[in-house]
């Protein structure tokens, strides 16, 4: 159906257009965070991209708050994860993280403290790099939009995609910016533009799930300080019980800058104009349980909880990523991250597509792979919206409770999810354990790659390390041949691809103090090798070195990259 010309649903404002009409690979409609990370990965691989946001600049009010595990990772693979830490809540010293009471005020921070279990790293030793604590999304985004820019993408705010019309080759959209109207031709357009997204409107693309839940909510951003109440500790959320406020308060800066959030009831003729800055203070000031507290009110914005799912991801030259895609509910801290790794999983491939070195095939694998990812994503923040417990619990007694509810450990709903599609060789969806995250990544292709410490000469790297964003093949010690070989069979595909040796005399060392060797932990032999895609997850594992070390690498890398026999 991509072959028809289709329309936009927003009409086009008056004006004439500038001309001529400007080129770029991937136009990106909504620069909020996942659409600012797809323009950044994107340039990262060298992609022209133009990401366009209707708003003037980034908004301030933070949406979410948890940068998850792979996540992390990914900043870290563009060298921003230190940036990001350094404006992140320092949680490092507190062992806090959600707990209950009538008001701030009332909550006996040391005894609550002491009381709770010492916050563990749950990802230590999976993944090469933790953050200290939540950072707000606005400072996430701003960021985002620094590196996006560094590698070349343009990010333009207070301009509005008003109309597009689709072909086989492209995608012609009209825009409205501070300068007036213009067009842009676009090869592909990635839709990013939230839950309520016009473009997947205007293609009348339906979603599945529940939709709505509960009644809408308000959240106030305000600065206070409260260091007198908090003194030392930082938490994640107190969950604020007295009636005349009840709701959650959340640390946006660890200091003075905070987030109130509260419900309020159509049905009873509530309504959000009923939200007034005095209103706002005086629900503050209840919930903290200070009356005559100082309080800023800085914004107030309307937001629901939803749970839903895009049927489908693309439809012909047009992508659609995070909210876009899908809606999960605020429980587990999952939706900002499942839409960063759609812009992760999705920018490689039009990358390949774009360069001409993969099959138009390799989209497909798209919405294959992170539609599944979604909806598992969604169902395992609703069972967690009935019982929070199901996510915050630790010890055999929440995993008996998890597994009576069918419920993922968090570790595994952040970094378990395995892929099935094309892109993938031989395949391994079934989780080998649904509550230990070091089980459920050991080396399966559609798996990512697992996480070890490795010394270089006098450097340490991680496995993840290695693939730098590109291709990579990791062989173990006796794997030789492969590395060999790997030169012509990658240049016969049009593709760099890495090549490292694991344990051999003259590569890398492994630093992990385990039992199992690196090429046993993985699935493999010392001869035996995996080929990790642009994305960090296993596309093929090879057991045992071949006859034909050459042939099986140029078969695999056709492959993962979809081409048919006669584009190898």
């Not at 360069?355 to 609703?382: F, H, I, K």
């Not at 070091?438 to 693939?467: C, I, M, N, Q």
């Amino acid at each position: 159906m991509h072959g028809t010309p289709s329309r936009y649903s927003t009409p086009p404002t008056s004006g004439e257009p500038r001309t001529p009409t400007e080129q770029v690979d991937v136009l990106v409609a909504g620069a909020s965070t996942v659409g600012l990370f797809t323009a950044m990965f994107l340039a990262r691989h060298g992609v022209p991209v133009l990401a366009v946001e209707r708003h003037s600049a980034p908004l301030a009010h933070p949406r979410a708050m948890g940068v998850g595990p792979r996540t992390v990772e990914l900043l870290r693979e563009a060298g921003i994860d230190d940036a990001v830490d350094a404006r992140c809540v320092d949680m490092s010293g507190s062992n806090l993280q959600m707990f209950s009471a009538p008001t701030l005020a009332t909550a006996d921070l040391d005894a609550l403290a002491e009381a709770a279990p010492p916050r563990t790293d749950d990802f230590r030793d999976v993944t090469p790099r933790t953050l200290r604590g939540t950072c707000p999304q606005g400072r996430l985004d701003t960021v985002a939009i620094d590196a996006a820019r560094a590698h070349g993408a343009t990010v333009a705010f207070g301009t509005e995609l008003l109309s597009f019309v689709r072909d086989e080759d492209g995608v012609e959209a009209e825009l409205k910016g501070p300068e007036g109207s213009f067009t842009v031709r676009a090869r592909y357009l990635v839709a990013a533009d939230g839950a309520r997204s016009p473009v997947r409107s205007a293609l009348g693309i339906a979603v599945s799930g529940p939709g709505e839940l509960g009644q809408p909510l308000v959240s106030v951003l305000f600065r206070s300080d409260l260091r007198d109440l908090t003194g030392s500790h930082t938490f994640v959320m107190c969950d604020i019980t007295t009636p005349e406020a009840a709701g959650g308060l959340l640390p946006v800066d660890g200091d003075r800058e905070w987030i109130y959030h509260t419900r309020y009831d159509p049905a009873a003729g509530q309504s959000l104009q009923d939200f007034t800055p005095e209103r706002c203070r005086a629900l503050v000031r209840s919930a903290v349980g200070v009356p005559g507290l100082e309080v800023e009110i800085v914004d107030v914005l309307p937001w629901q909880v939803r749970a839903a799912v895009a049927d489908r991801f693309r439809s012909g030259r047009v992508l659609l990523a995070g909210d876009a895609a899908h809606v999960i509910p605020p429980v587990g801290a999952f939706g900002m991250n499942t839409g960063v790794a759609d812009a992760h999983n999705l920018a490689w491939k039009l990358a390949a597509v774009l360069r001409g070195t993969a099959g138009p095939g390799l989209l497909d694998t798209y919405e294959a792979e992170r539609r599944p990812v979604a909806l598992t994503t969604m169902e395992q923040s609703l069972l967690r919206l009935d019982d929070p417990g199901l996510h915050w619990g630790r010890g055999p007694e929440a995993a008996r409770a998890r597994a009576a509810a069918g419920a993922l450990n968090a570790p595994v709903v952040h970094l378990g999810y395995r892929y099935d599609s094309a892109a993938v060789v031989d395949a391994r969806p079934a989780l080998p354990s649904t509550e230990d995250i070091g089980r459920a990544l050991d080396g399966a292709p559609g798996s990512r790659l697992p996480h070890r410490w490795l010394r270089r000469g006098e450097e340490r790297v991680s496995t993840l390390d290695l693939a730098g964003g590109g291709f990579a093949l990791l062989t173990g010690p006796d794997g030789g041949a492969w590395l060999d070989a790997l030169p012509e069979a990658a240049a016969a595909q049009g593709v760099t691809v890495a090549g490292h040796r694991i344990g051999g005399t003259d590569d890398l060392t492994d630093l992990t103090d385990a039992v199992t060797p690196w090429p046993r932990s993985v699935g493999i032999s010392d001869s035996g090798a995996l080929l990790v895609r642009p994305d960090g997850f296993i596309g093929r594992r090879i057991p045992a070195l071949g006859e034909a070390p050459g042939e099986e690498l140029r078969r695999v890398l056709a492959s993962l990259l979809c081409r048919t026999p006669a584009e190898s």
